[in-house]
């Protein structure tokens, strides 16, 4: 990870990466609404779980703003989005792109860099969510700690709204490339396999109902609240 700029650099960089996040997240929604025959491809699929980790930058955004005041809900705010974080992305969406994605590319000889680069911040982001499931297992952030934490969070966003986005425009076109629209068929039932084998009844709708449930913890579910002047 580039901490090129410090803490700083950090806080500065997370402001305008909550935007595009949105904007972004916005996008995937919409290709998402509309898809061919009445099915979500797999890639799209793909992009809309990408909003689904936009969203948890936004609450992770806004509980490292709140931390350091020490309100006593935010540590639970954490915890969970760590969890989500666990559950849906490390153990569900990066897993569909360690074992369909990234290999397929591979063998074909296409982005090989970009997927060595995005294997290694899969793998540092699951040692930042570690450390803040860790230090919020208590249910509780001791004020020691919190100075740490905010920095994993911070790490984490600094991260991801690049990843993702490298993913949504580089990435996942790509791979849609290399399929038929019956071979994609095929991979979107593979892919609806996955989600009923790793997460279980409850799927991406669950997962997106505990991050909404997140945002009304901190009072961020209004879109609005983004709009400037607001």
């Given at each position: ?8 650099g ?17 996008r995937?929604?919409?290709a ?10 797999p ?21 490292a ?12 705010v954490?915890?969970?989005a ?15 792109e ?13 982005l ?39 920095a994993?969070i ?17 990435l ?18 593979k ?40």
């Amino acid at each position: 990870m580039d901490n090129r700029d410090g803490d700083e650099g950090r806080r500065t960089f997370l402001a305008g990466a909550a935007g595009a996040g949105l904007a972004l997240a916005a996008r995937g929604a919409h290709a998402a609404s509309a898809p061919k025959g009445g099915e979500i491809p797999p890639t799209e699929d793909l992009m809309r779980e990408h909003g689904v980790l936009r969203r948890i930058l936004l609450v992770y955004q806004e509980a490292a703003r709140r931390l350091p005041a020490g309100e006593p809900s935010v540590a639970n705010v954490v915890a969970g989005a760590a969890n989500v974080v666990r559950r849906f992305v490390e153990g569900y969406h990066e897993k569909l792109e360690e074992n369909f994605v990234f290999p397929k590319l591979e063998h074909a000889g296409k982005l090989t860099d970009l997927t060595t680069i995005l294997r290694t911040q899969h793998a540092a982001g699951r040692k930042l969510t570690e450390a803040i499931l860790a230090a919020t297992k208590s249910g509780t952030i001791a004020t020691a700690a919190r100075g740490g934490v905010v920095a994993d969070i911070e790490s984490f966003v600094y991260m991801y709204a690049p990843h993702a986005a490298w993913e949504d425009t580089e990435l996942f076109p790509a791979y849609r490339g290399l399929f038929s629209e019956a071979e994609l068929d095929k991979l979107g039932d593979k892919f609806e396999e996955q989600e009923h084998k790793l997460l279980g009844g409850g799927g991406f709708e669950g997962s997106l109902r505990d991050v909404g449930d997140l945002e009304q913890e901190l009072g961020i579910h209004n879109l609005a609240r983004y709009t400037p002047g607001k």
